[in-house]
């Protein structure tokens, strides 16, 4: 009896050994005094690993993988091709090819979100594609770029005022002016709004015939932009349901990709009151025209082109942009080096987001959410995991007020935009928001984290962040053309839209912040000049945020280059003379 009873304990032990183990190393921890007990009365836990480490040596190893499997040769981009896309390139691809190689560009292959973006245009005729390009060419916020023999120009068609109109035309047609004599013509339809115009509900994506569209350009009484998107959604979908609500947002652990790839609004239509773009004043196109913007939520059908943004240059999107001299300088007179860089998240904007159809939840849009977290100085508990002072990593959790964990976020608005759509007025969206100067994007640089966070759409300083000298994290809904080019976790951090891991991952790379650590009783031994926190920063924590600031900015200077931008542009409009011709299979490419 005796003897069995032993061997239920040895078996016991073999099979939960892993957690005693962590159990006996946390009361080591406790005894060595690092850290002491706190009034947060919460269970704390220990691990020896941590999800970022991972993350990170997973995205370099597919960025090398992708990078190195790019065709060498014509025939070999020929080939790919093929593979991939099930037809023979388009016409002229042997011209775009060696525009790209003699430009130095590193992904030749890597075209599926463009192929992805003209897929439901090849269920249409070439004629019927030209005449929709027309038709929506004279709605409001549209404009024209057309190439004919061999020259790119710009024209408005609608005669709806609009104070945005022309500059994406203009860069569009900047970008396409360099090779504009290899291409057949053919025109554009361009949107001159930020946010995404096309909307097909599921049962008209392959209708032969598109009606034209209203021509007024705002939804006045008669709809909005969720009514319109949902209709998008598979029928028996959730969000095809009559009613959705709002609920508290989830946790997020940490995201692989952008919240692009990951959030379903068709199965969690409540989900859809956090994004502003969902309540957008402007009137959506109800048929599948072809509309070419800077980037594309979920659901939208726009055809992605590169923003003018990046291509161009001005003192506000643009990293050494001198305004004086007009000359674009590889390094910021406004950066400082790493060792420089506070150890803050840094976020300034406008208070920008969504519209107000229908209005009242505005306190809901992306950026209010953040500042409202930001600014918030409550004892709301919040988990944060870190590193303890060991020589070996080995990481704990603790629940610490949320008035603690934002004493390293630096992040205001400096601008109230018609804070009458905010529930409670002007008042109310001071009171629960901090607000701040507005400060010059030279000054951003003076921090090593950077937040970006969409605006009425996609955010126009991500390149800019990219090609300094710190590290953007990234919060978004918007796919860009870019998108299979570049590696989240590599080049960048991309966040959830919940943002609730942003504490965590400042803790992983900077360690706890030193309130979090007083409230804690933690102490070590006396680090280098008498500081007592020193110890607590994460031994490879630094290095590695520095690894990613590094990468981004190499990327911006090898694959995010202007030139990359119009060899992007170059192999759409080849496409998209294919797809508007009417005898699509004279217009391919055969070696």
């Not at 999800?51 to 995205?59: F, Y």
């Not at 590599?490 to 504490?503: A, K, Q």
């Not at 102490?523 to 290095?543: I, L, M, T």
């Amino acid at each position: 009896m005796r003897t069995r009873r032993r061997h239920g304990i040895v078996r016991y032990i073999a099979r939960h050994s892993g957690y005693i183990f962590f159990a006996c190393v946390f009361l080591l921890f406790m005894r060595a005094g690092y850290v002491g007990s706190s009034s947060s009365g919460v269970k704390e836990t220990v691990d020896d690993e941590h999800p970022i480490a991972r993350l990170m040596d997973e995205a370099e190893e597919r960025y090398r993988r992708k990078l190195g499997g790019q065709s060498r040769t014509l025939e070999e981009a020929v080939g790919e091709y093929q593979r991939r896309y099930g037809r023979v390139p388009p016409r002229g691809f042997d011209g775009w090819w060696a525009f790209a190689r003699g430009n130095g560009v590193k992904f030749v292959d890597e075209y599926d979100g463009l192929v992805e973006d003209l897929a439901p245009f090849w269920e249409l005729e070439g004629r019927e594609v030209r005449r929709r390009v027309e038709q929506v060419s004279k709605m409001p916020s549209i404009d024209v770029v057309r190439i004919r023999n061999g020259n790119a120009s710009t024209a408005r068609l609608s005669a709806f005022e609009d104070e945005e109109v022309s500059a994406r035309a203009n860069g569009f047609r900047d970008m396409i002016s360099r090779f504009a004599g290899a291409l057949p013509d053919m025109d554009f339809s361009i949107n001159a709004k930020a946010e995404g115009r096309v909307l097909v509900p599921w049962e008209q994506r392959r209708a032969a015939h598109a009606e034209a569209p209203s021509e007024r350009p705002d939804w006045g009484t008669d709809g909005n932009v969720w009514e319109a998107w949902r209709r998008t959604c598979a029928p028996g979908s959730a969000a095809r349901g009559l009613f959705a609500s709002v609920r508290a947002g989830g946790s997020a652990g940490f995201v692989r990709g952008p919240a692009a790839q990951t959030l379903d609004f068709c199965a969690s239509p409540h989900a859809h009151y956090t994004q502003g773009h969902f309540f957008s004043d402007w009137r959506t196109l109800p048929a599948l025209f072809p509309v070419f913007s800077p980037a594309r939520a979920r659901g939208f059908m726009d055809i992605r082109i590169p923003s003018h943004y990046y291509y161009g240059s001005t003192d506000r999107y643009t990293y050494g942009w001198d305004p004086v001299n007009l000359e674009l300088h590889d390094h910021d007179p406004m950066d400082v080096p790493w060792e420089s860089k506070k150890d803050t998240v840094f976020w300034r904007g406008a208070t920008t987001g969504g519209g107000s159809h229908p209005p009242g939840f505005a306190m809901h849009y992306q950026r209010h959410r953040f500042l409202r977290m930001a600014s918030d100085n409550s004892s709301t508990p919040r988990p944060l995991t870190f590193a303890l002072p060991t020589p070996t990593p080995t990481y704990t959790t603790h629940a610490v007020p949320l008035s603690l964990l934002n004493t390293v976020l630096d992040a205001a608005f400096t601008k109230a935009l018609s804070p009458e759509s905010y529930p409670g007025g002007l008042p109310a969206l001071l009171a629960a928001h901090r607000f701040a100067d507005a400060v010059p994007l030279g000054a951003h640089w003076s921090h090593k984290y950077l937040l970006d966070i969409d605006g009425m759409a996609y955010s126009a300083r991500f390149m800019a962040f990219l090609a300094s000298d710190s590290v953007p994290i990234k919060a978004t809904v918007y796919d860009e053309f870019w998108e299979s080019w570049i590696e989240p976790w590599l080049h960048y951090i991309p966040l959830s839209s919940t943002y609730d891991e942003i504490y965590n991952i400042y803790a992983y790379f900077s360690g706890p912040p030193r309130a979090v650590l007083e409230y804690l009783n933690a102490s070590v031994p006396q680090g280098e000049g008498g500081d007592k926190y020193a110890a607590w920063r994460p031994r490879d924590g630094d290095r590695r945020l520095r690894r990613i600031a590094r990468a981004g900015k190499q990327w911006k200077r090898s694959v995010g280059r202007p030139v990359d931008m119009e060899v992007y542009v170059y192999r759409l409009a080849l496409e998209w003379a294919r797809i508007c011709a009417d005898d699509r299979d004279a217009m391919g490419f055969v070696l």
